[in-house]
């Protein structure tokens, strides 16, 4: 298993003009940031392109602060996944955001910029996790441009996917080594079997939901797919159809994206995550898989590309080793603790609110007062993961503190043949 990691960097907060480049400190300390990660022994990562600093202009962009970090990059022996789109990291003068009519093109042109500044890349993600990206800004107004209805969703999920599949035909065009790393969320809606009908319904509805963007781009979502009537009732025409069918991407991997919150309960009058009796990612891995090849006659390779826990250090190096046992059992050849180091604003704001209160979800920990980057057991874990050094069975784990001891009860099953957990002082 190859260990990788990542920053979460670039996710921009507009009105405020800001992003976690800035609000994390990576903007100044990037060439510390990239240093720590090579000295972990990581050769690869995912990092993020900053269009919305780049190209603040229509067609007038600035590469100075992108140069230097590919160099600090190049310096240190790592090999990029560049993260062309990362969530709503998208310039301001793109009025309507993901629904503006013209905004495949735009992704498309960035892109090519992107690939004609650094040839010698040849791994792309040309966006992050667009299913739960539209989600947020097309029909929850979460984000930006803050859409509030199903009709807003499909019609941005629309753009964005024919931006994905232009994306991927016009990298491929530039060199055909590229691989396109495809990531999104790793999803299970989960009930009891006695609940109401119109809960049942609304449970599989989301379990059909999950695979929406995968299909979509892939050229699946026809006629006879579970969420065609869903997607024409809002927006979705005959001519998309035939549009995606004749422009269909093909993605190398499949990057899954799996927290404690990505199976969630229902239950009549509302739903609860992290799901008080989880499958554990290795079943969902599996859900994946079989839909993938069930569809596609070459179907993608699967990656862990994001986990972590929202907890004590203790709590990281327990989640850590739980999911390096579901990759093993999974058979997932790439493991990836995202992000490297604490991210800011994320627990509490979900990005909405500019600030530096720090989230404790990274393999370094960030200070409060001057946000400098600190080593602990779970960095010293990560490194010797990475070098070969230790296995899953050297992975310490603790008692989960609270709130964690009770929020993540559901999990005790999967880890219950553990033959020790370690108390937490």
């Excluded at 392109?49 to 310096?75: N, S, T």
């Excluded at 990291?89 to 960035?110: E, T």
């Excluded at 990298?171 to 080594?177: F, G, K």
């Excluded at 990505?262 to 009058?269: A, H, K, L, Q, T």
Aim: with cysteine; net charge negative.
């Amino acid at each position: 298993m190859e260990f990788i990691t990542g920053f979460e960097t670039s996710r921009f907060m507009p009105p405020h003009r800001t992003d976690i480049l800035e609000t994390s400190n990576h903007l100044r300390l990037f060439r510390e940031d990239l240093r720590l990660i090579s000295s972990a022994g990581i050769t690869t990562l995912r990092y993020a392109v900053p269009w919305h600093r780049i190209e603040k202009k229509r067609g007038k962009f600035d590469w100075q602060w992108m140069d230097q970090a590919m160099e600090a990059l190049e310096a240190n022996g790592l090999d990029p996944i560049l993260d062309l789109v990362h969530h709503v990291s998208i310039p301001c003068w793109i009025r309507q955001g993901f629904a503006h009519p013209d905004y495949p093109g735009y992704q498309v042109d960035f892109a090519l910029q992107v690939a004609d500044r650094y040839p010698h890349v040849t791994r792309y993600t040309p966006f992050n996790e667009p299913l739960v990206t539209i989600f947020l800004a097309g029909q929850q107004g979460v984000w930006y441009p803050f859409g509030k209805n199903d009709d807003t969703f499909v019609r941005m999920l629309v753009n964005v996917g024919r931006a994905i599949c232009l994306t991927c035909k016009a990298l491929r065009e530039r060199n055909p080594l590229v691989e396109i790393v495809h990531i999104d969320t790793a999803e299970a809606h989960l009930t009891s079997c006695d609940v109401r009908e119109d809960v049942q319904h609304f449970v599989d509805f989301c379990n059909n939901r999950r695979f929406l963007c995968d299909d979509l781009i892939l050229g699946h979502l026809d006629e006879m797919h579970p969420m065609y009537g869903y997607m024409s009732r809002h927006g979705y025409t005959e001519d998309d159809v035939t549009w995606f069918e004749a422009n269909r991407a093909r993605i190398d991997v499949r990057g899954l994206d799996y927290y404690a919150h990505s199976e969630r309960d229902y239950f009549v009058g509302g739903s609860t995550a992290p799901s008080r009796r989880p499958l554990g990612f290795a079943r969902l891995a599996e859900e994946y898989r079989a839909h993938f090849e069930s569809i596609e006659e070459t179907p993608p390779s699967l990656w862990l590309t994001e986990t972590n826990i929202r907890g004590y250090l203790t709590d990281r190096l327990t989640w850590l080793k739980y999911m390096v046992e579901q990759c093993e059992l999974a058979r997932i050849p790439v493991f990836c603790w995202f992000p490297f180091i604490d991210s800011t604003g994320w627990g509490d704001t979900l990005l909405r609110v500019p600030h530096t209160r720090i989230d404790p979800v990274g393999i370094y920990i960030l200070d409060d007062e001057r946000l400098c980057r600190h080593p602990s057991e779970l960095s010293e874990t990560y490194a010797q993961l990475s070098c070969g050094e230790l296995t899953c069975d050297d992975i310490p784990a603790y008692e989960f503190r609270q709130p964690l001891d009770r929020t993540l009860e559901g999990y005790r099953d999967q880890i219950r043949h553990w033959s020790q957990m370690r108390a937490c002082g």
